[in-house]
């Protein structure tokens, strides 16, 4: 049986090309010209495992679009694609937040709209989609430091402004090295490397982002003019972890999220909390796998909640 898709553009050419690409790809196809017509197909025929939608749509936005097909427990399961012509970074970050799978740029390279959306698809109807898929991966948790007492200073608006622009240049950092953030919370992201593909070398890759990371924050923290009377202050700490968890779908029948559960989650996070400002902090796990590759500062024991002993540590200084 094929999978289906239903596309949403009021341009008939861009929403010809679309179906056409994803039918060549092996999708029953199914393409409206609004929103509202998108609701009548969802209400009359099912939910369709995959929706491609432009950001600008009569009456509706892209993203209000997502949002509200996020809150509709028929679609529950389906994926989102985003495609805008808008060329600004924040338009997708936004729309990922609101819970779609992916975002393009217009013009689209139809080619790789048809493969993001096979794997986003495959992906979610695989063995992970009903969160039973173990796998061995690379959990990296970064909190931006010295941000709150900024926003005291600063209108709320600025502040926004400031941490979405940011995240924005360590998604990208993530995404070079093949990892994908899972969340965004607050002044905090939680990136994993190895859940979405091969886990090869994924504590290398995380590791390699985590120390790009440091560079990208305090470049940023120099080059905004908001910030260039707090840039000492300014930076983050991270934490990395590795080992097995449990990938896919969690939460409600309303809304659920791709995510991972299981001790490196945890532990990143707790090894984030005792990262000072431009740290890297890893465990002893990572360590071994990084082996020779890596530069490390004399171990130290940290209490884990939770855990009977303490668990070593490291400093990350540097990678060979």
Not at 170 to 189: H, I, Q, W
């Amino acid at each position: 049986m094929l999978p289906t898709a239903l596309i949403v553009d009021d341009d008939p050419i861009a929403r010809g090309l679309m179906a056409d690409a994803l039918a060549q790809s092996g999708f029953e196809v199914r393409a409206v010209a609004d929103a509202g017509s998108a609701f009548q197909a969802l209400a009359g025929g099912g939910a369709p495992q995959l929706f491609v939608v432009d950001y600008v749509l009569p009456g509706m936005n892209g993203l209000d679009f997502v949002r509200t097909l996020r809150e509709d427990s028929r679609a529950v399961d389906s994926a989102i694609v985003l495609v805008t012509a808008v060329q600004d970074r924040a338009t997708g970050v936004a729309a990922l937040r609101l819970g779609a799978d992916d975002f393009l740029f217009k013009p689209l390279d139809l080619a790789e709209l048809a493969l993001r959306c096979r794997a986003i698809v495959e992906r979610r109807s695989g063995p992970a989609a009903s969160g039973h898929e173990r796998r061995d991966l690379a959990v990296l948790f970064a909190d931006v430091r010295g941000f709150t007492p900024l926003t005291e200073r600063i209108d709320p608006e600025t502040s926004v402004t400031i941490i979405n622009d940011l995240f924005e240049t360590l998604d990208r950092a993530v995404e070079a090295e093949g990892g994908y953030v899972d969340k965004f919370m607050g002044d905090s992201l939680l990136a994993l490397f190895g859940a979405r593909g091969a886990p090869e070398q994924n504590e290398l890759r995380a590791c390699r982002t985590a120390l790009a990371m440091q560079s990208l924050a305090r470049r940023f923290a120099e080059d905004s003019l908001s910030l260039a009377s707090h840039a000492a202050s300014f930076g983050i700490g991270i934490g990395v972890a590795c080992g097995q968890v449990v990938v896919g779908a969690v939460g409600t029948r309303k809304k659920r999220t791709f995510t991972a559960i299981g001790d490196p989650v945890n532990l990143a996070s707790r090894l984030q909390g005792v990262a000072e400002r431009d740290e890297v902090v890893i465990d002893g796990e990572v360590a071994a796998r990084l082996g020779s590759r890596s530069r490390l500062s004399p171990p130290r024991e940290i209490a884990v909640k939770g855990k009977e002993r303490p668990r070593v540590v490291y400093r990350l200084l540097g990678l060979e």
